[in-house]
């Protein structure tokens, strides 16, 4: 499996994004994924997962009034839908394919798949 993130760019704040983590591979809709974050010095973080037939998601507690996760395993794609967003979004935004697993909620037990990343910046 092949991932590419895509969808990125300049936004202004209070404007909206939707991200695409497009698959090769016949095998994706097996995996559950998941969107990643890392803002310029800081550590690569999770924003949001879901899970491999998209039953199920997780978008963190500083994102989920405004981001969504959701998926088409007929496109082989995983979105996530930005709004209201704010300057402290920027960032590099990543997907991840691996094995899912749940405790309070949905999580990404094990990673297989990295995709490039796409920059989203948003800035007046």
């Known amino acids: 499996v092949q991932l590419q993130a895509s969808g990125g760019g300049l936004v202004q704040p209070g404007g909206s994004l939707r991200l695409s983590c497009a698959a090769s591979?016949?095998?994706?809709?097996?995996?559950?994924v998941g969107w990643f974050r890392q803002a310029p010095g800081q550590e690569r973080k999770i924003v949001a997962v879901?899970?491999?037939?998209?039953?199920?998601?997780y978008v963190v507690d500083s994102v989920k009034d405004r981001f969504t996760i959701s998926r088409d395993n007929a496109q082989n794609t995983v979105y996530l839908q930005m709004t209201s967003l704010k300057p402290e979004d920027t960032a590099v935004y990543s997907c991840?394919?691996?094995?899912?697993?749940?405790?309070?909620?949905?999580?990404?037990?094990?990673?297989?798949?990295w995709g490039k990343g796409t920059q989203v910046t948003v800035s007046s």
């Open positions: 991840a394919a691996g094995t899912g697993d749940y405790n309070d909620h949905v999580y990404l037990r094990s990673i297989d798949f």
């Open positions: 591979g016949r095998t994706f809709s097996r995996y559950a």
């Open positions: 879901i899970s491999w037939n998209g039953g199920t998601s």
